[in-house]
């Protein structure tokens, strides 16, 4: 099994805003979206996109997963975010309001042309009707690394409330989720915008990681912590872990057919799933040493 990249916080930060970058660095997200799209204005656009840059090159990150949202390549200020985060020492590129293949086709053809690294991904942003229809081509698609759900701007092209517990949107969120599973490739849940409500926050997130989701992008640094806690396992899953490992393995070398611990049944999909948590502890422990 691939050692499992932590991305349990993807957090944005505006570009433009030097102050935010100097204390992005001090923030222990797993990752940050250097934005130069919603949270820029547009006559900050250029500078943005020079700052986003020097940031990603600096160093000054440490190991934390580095991204650039640029603008829609059909923006006055697309072609030249491409371009320029193709020189950045970042992992991928966050395309918003992806279409379908042919727009990713087009984003992967520019960084291309730009001399981006040919491991340098898209992170694809599901943020419409047509991107939820098209998720399962919108994953096959060998650039995108990660898919990154957009709940706001979803939620607006399908004139859906946002509502505690989101009910309207959870059958679309499902059906990314879906889409990104039998793809292979994490997907990231929305962001929470009522930031100074830290309750509802770790609910939504729970909610999250119940259904699958590998992590959660967030609009603030106070909300890094519960994300980040929520998508952890604890010390007692990952203690349990081990105890399925072994229970199942000792059963093996005594030639049983049959596996319990604590009067549970344990199969192989319950040892895969043990590893994979222990993974994502070692993961976590390694970004955070």
């Known amino acids: 099994m691939p050692a499992p990249r932590p991305r349990r916080s993807a957090l944005y930060m505006p570009a433009a805003n030097e102050r935010a970058l100097e204390k992005a660095k001090g923030i222990p997200s797993d990752a940050i979206i250097f934005d130069l799209e919603d949270a820029v204005s547009p006559d900050a656009k250029d500078v943005a996109r020079g700052q986003a840059v020097a940031a990603a090159n600096s160093g000054e990150y440490g190991r934390r997963e580095l991204t650039i949202r640029c603008n829609a390549l059909d923006t006055p200020w697309g072609r030249d975010d491409v371009a320029a985060a193709a020189k950045a020492a970042i992992s991928a590129v966050v395309i ?4 379908g293949t042919a ?8 960084l291309d042309a730009a001399g981006a690294p040919k491991d340098m991904m898209i992170w694809a942003m599901i943020e419409t ?3 939820i229809l098209d998720a399962r081509a919108i994953c096959s698609h060998p650039r995108v690394a990660v898919l990154v759900m957009g709940t706001n701007d979803l939620a607006k092209e399908l004139r859906a409330a946002q509502v505690p517990g989101r009910a309207p949107l959870v059958p679309h969120l499902a059906a990314a989720l879906l889409a990104a599973r039998e793809a292979g490739k994490p997907v990231l849940d929305g962001v929470y915008n009522d930031i100074k409500n830290a309750e509802g926050f770790r609910v ?3 909610q999250g990681m119940q259904m699958g989701f590998d992590g959660k992008t967030l609009i603030h640094p106070d909300q890094v912590a519960v994300a980040n806690d929520v998508w952890a396992p604890s010390e007692a899953e990952v ?13 093996l070398a005594a030639g049983k057919g049959v596996v319990q611990l604590d009067g549970r049944m344990i199969e192989n999909l ?8 222990i993974a994502i502890a070692e993961a976590i422990a390694a970004l955070n040493s």
């Open 239 to 251: 203690e349990h872990a081990h105890r399925v490992i072994a229970a199942f393995d000792e059963a």
């Open 103 to 110: 727009e990713l086709d087009a984003v992967s053809n520019a």
């Open 204 to 206: 939504e997130c729970e």
């Open 96 to 99: 918003p309001k992806v279409s």
């Open 270 to 277: 319950h040892v895969d799933n043990a590893r994979r948590a």
């Open 129 to 131: 009707p047509t991107a």
